[in-house]
DNA sequence: TTTATTTACTGAACACTGTTTATTAAGTTT
DNA sequence: AAACTTAATAAACAGTGTTCAGTAAATAAA
């Protein structure tokens, strides 16, 4: 049936347009800030259209979540080139602090924001690939690490990444007075730090 | 002027009575799920009779903010018992992850909200205090620690520590499949191995 | 080709939100 | 007792996410 093919593929492009628009306004505005009124029109449909194509302004949230994490995971592969694992490590940690600082809202809506934890409980699209990526590079040198198990080393460099990357995205870190011209190295300095404390 | 006085006196307990039950409200609800007109009914006054009190809601924000940085100091002064300046350490860290556990929506509005950072760029009602409790129970033992500057290794821990809370209250932290009767332990744990770490 | 049916879309509404303003009622001063 | 000041509110405005009855076009059946 070629009229069902063609239709499903119309589906699937409307999705794509509505998802398209939605990670822009996203991006550039901030998930909060964004209505659906505003992307309906942004692409000329009317509100209820996007009803149509997507359960309710969460699962947009969790569409765009999933595709940032697509983004963050070919980030990995494109920085991770070294074969030493602890190269690797630095790498990959790298990677992901410069993520956070060249897309502020991406991490905000992915790591940061309230929301659609609901879905299924479990799956959760490419967080998982993104994770994996962390604890294979930690399993190819946890023996150079003064951790045994690899979840556990995921939490202590993770962790501190992470709470390094919201404090400043969630302006917290004003409170150490570092100057706002040295906070990027400064956060960059302490992960570093990081890796040294935690090699065997 | 006696009647000035009360005046004054009866404005008071009013944004008392107001700020009361917006923080009841945000602890049980949350901040985005208390309305102004939530506050009001509990109150029993008209919402609009609130901004006669405070300018937005983002002002019942900053008062509480203000209200649970006391809360989480006083939480500091009564944990922190230690004279050991690494045992102080400790105590401080288990203190502040302690605070996260128990009182997940204040932690939440006091550091993971985007909100009223726009007051006046600079002051931010006793977080400056509770900041300088660890900055200064790091002074004490700096000299036993890896690190020289006082900031950065607040860098460190603070990190690490907020890292870990948000990453359970915003629930990314089931990515590492670590199950839930553990992860408090397990962050508990990866603390610990920090200052363990961070130690000369 | 004409009729029937399915599909895609939308205008208008609902129930909420934060916030402002004109009006009323009470308290205070003259 | 009259004039003035203050405190509180009802009602409105502009926005939000979401739903639903109704319309017009595309497809299927006659």
Redo the contacts between chains.
Sequence with gaps: MGITDRKEREKQEMRKLIISAAMEMFITEGF?KTSIRNIADKIEYSPATIYLYYKDKDELLYEVQGQAFMEIYNAFVRDVTATDPMDRLQQLLHSYVNFGFEHPDLYDLM????SP?NATE?D?PN??EA?HFLTKTLEECIDQL?FTDV??A???I???????I??YI???I?????PDDQIRT??K??VD??LR??KR
């Excluded at 790591?111 to 309230?114: G, H, K, S, T, V």
């Excluded at 993770?158 to 390094?164: A, D, F, K, S």
């Excluded at 004003?174 to 570092?178: N, R």
């Design positions: 909060d790591f940061i924001l309230r934890m479990n959760w967080c998982d994770y003064r979840n556990l995921a939490l202590s993770w962790g501190l990444g992470h709470g390094l919201s404090l969630r302006e917290r004003k409170v150490t007075k570092i400064a956060i300095a302490t730090e990081q404390l935690i």
